[in-house]
């Protein structure tokens, strides 16, 4: 695989207190900026502006007006993307910053130029992080405007750049037959080759309290992905280098074939 597309949930990047996990940042900036030096070509789909955006505010709930949530967003965003900075600059690794809408997915000529740019920061060895404009698509109900998660947005991003790979970090160690934070007894499953109706339903509610995604929309990247004739593997953000260790053929997490 030599394109991969690497997305972070909230949950991996915040603590549960609406702490930055900078821990965790600091290890994926050490993980991606050497799989870029070993020569691949890697995009980071990140989650957690607004989640961000709460910390610096000391909120603890997320407000449920969309105005407040793209205030959040936009403050979150910035400060993130300062963060990613930083701890990338410690690994000479140069990032950019690419906020998409779902006018890519609209307008071939918008996917074209997305792509274009995708493709120059790439061939100079740069990190897109990426994220969903979050200021300009609001409607959260209407998905003609919005791609209403990143997960969903990290597997089109995937087929826009024709990446090989999606790697999915999340704060559990893949997809079980049922929610494993209901059932003691769910057992996780090291690969699916088909998602199904009954897959969507051994997927449970919402997950973490910052987050928004939960498992069902980590199921249609994967959906996504397959469709394409591409995998899709999820495993444990806690400790981003996990991610050396999948690369090197490990089998860890679930994977999506
Ligand atoms: P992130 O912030 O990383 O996107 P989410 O909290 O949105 O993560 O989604 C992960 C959560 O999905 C898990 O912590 C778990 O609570 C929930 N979940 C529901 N069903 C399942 C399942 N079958 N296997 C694994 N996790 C599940």
């Known amino acids: 695989a030599k394109r991969i597309v690497v997305k ?24 991606l900026s050497g799989l870029v030096n070993d020569g691949k070509q890697i995009v ?52 950019s910053q690419m906020l998409l809408t779902h006018d890519v997915l609209d307008y071939p000529e918008s996917r074209a130029n997305v792509l274009n740019a995708f493709d120059k920061l790439l061939d100079w060895g740069i ?58 007894d769910a057992t996780l499953l090291a690969e699916v080759n088909k998602v199904s109706k009954d897959t969507y339903e051994q997927a449970g509610g919402k997950g973490s309290k910052f987050g928004t995604g939960g498992m069902l929309t980590k199921l249609k990247a994967a959906k996504r992905m397959m469709k394409n004739g591409k995998q899709m593997v999820l495993a444990n953000g806690s400790n981003p280098s996990i991610i050396f260790r999948i690369l090197a053929g490990e089998k860890i997490g679930t994977l999506f074939s």
């Open 44 to 95: 980071l789909v990140s989650s957690g502006a607004i989640g961000v955006g709460m910390g610096q505010l000391n909120l603890t709930e997320r407000p449920t007006d969309i105005p407040a949530q793209q205030a959040l967003a936009a403050i979150g965003q910035s400060t993130l993307m300062t963060i990613y900075q930083q701890r990338f600059a410690t690994y000479s690794q140069k990032i």
């Open 127 to 184: 990190i897109p992080v990426v994220n969903e404009n979050d200021t300009v698509a609001v409607d959260e109900l209407d998905h003609k405007t919005k791609f209403g998660d990143n997960d969903q947005l990290s597997a089109i991003v995937a087929s826009i750049v024709d990446a090989d790979l999606l790697i999915m970090l999340s704060d559990i160690d893949g997809f079980y037959d049922k929610n494993p934070r209901k059932y003691q």
């Open 8 to 31: 972070v949930g909230t949950s991996t990047l915040i603590y549960p207190n609406g702490k930055i996990n900078l821990k965790a940042i600091d290890q994926l900036s050490y993980t």
